[in-house]
């Protein structure tokens, strides 16, 4: 690695760390004159014309440098830093944010810190985001963790929080379908968040991706969970509420898929079940579509009309000329005809039928008896 390349890491892992995710006016800075001429405007505290708000967003931390620190963790943890300027950004999931909110907690990322194996680039559409209440029903894993496998048997990335209840059976379901999961983080990637999912998490940090906005080191806090949830949502080309009880976390991030015009599938559950209020809730305003089976939540990622269930069985006909194909579909399943009578039904003159033949029989698709024609049993 260049000196320029390690100067623009350090720079990177600064401002990543000096403003309080997300900041808009320090990606403004940057995308303005370079990640190492910004940390510099912001350490000497003189940013240019038209960018002075990145100066007030890092006031409190401008003067603690723990880039090297940061960089260091990441790399005992097995983890790195993903810019805008790395192929693995994903650029195309993360604009939505940008477009869709000038919110206090809208915008995208500065920098997202990864670990794992699996490549950030290859989420977007074809993942699907599971979450739902800490405080699950015993139904509720249930259902997470079937739609998890059947989801990895569609191919698909399951993205979640990490968290108790619904996400720690979604990220285990995935797991143990050989699919690929995603634990977004509310603190560091090298913290084990909460701390009885230590294992999960570095389960999923082995063989999927544990991916976070907040420097290594962070710790846990309300607010960053919330922060946390537009990220859960954009990473994921729908996202299905499992479980939510009137108050919950997993509303907050069904809003953010509904802000970022992605498709949104709540879980029905016993009406009796407070730990199904909250999708009930979103049903029935209509904010969200009812999902009972894996190919239902499929289906909210694919385009309409496309078969979720996967590819269909490849037949000897696949791929035959037009003639041929309509000299095959000419013949009954269990009846012989003549050439004339094969050329009537085709709608195609004597002479193609009798090319036509010729080829389905080295190819072994027809049989000729006496003069009449079948297809091969």
Known sequence: MTDVNDAERRAWAYLAAVAEPPSASVIALVSAIGAVAAAAAVRDRKAPVGHLAALAATEARHATDTSVADLDTADRVGARLVTPDDEEWPGWSLSVLDRASTAARGGGPLALWVRGPGALSSLGDPAVALVGSRAASSYGEYVAGQFASGLAAHGRAVVSGGAYGIDGAAHRGSL???????????CGVDRDYPTGHAR???????????VSEYAPGTTAAK???????????????????????RRSGAANTAAWATRLGRPLGAVPGAVTSATSVGTHAMIADGQATLVAD???????VVPDGEDTRGPAPIRDTDGLPPDQFRVIEALPARESLSIDEISFSAGIPVDAVRRALAALDVAGLVDEESGLWCLRR
């Open 294 to 300: 894996v190919d239902q939540v499929a289906s909210l």
């Open 223 to 245: 607010h960053r969970f919330l922060t946390r949830n537009r990220l859960v949502a954009a990473l994921s080309g729908a996202t299905v509420v499992v479980e939510a009880g």
């Open 176 to 186: 143990a379908a050989g699919g690929l999961t995603v634990a977004v983080l509310a």
């Open 200 to 210: 999960l998490l570095h389960e999923i940090a082995a063989r999927g991706l544990v």
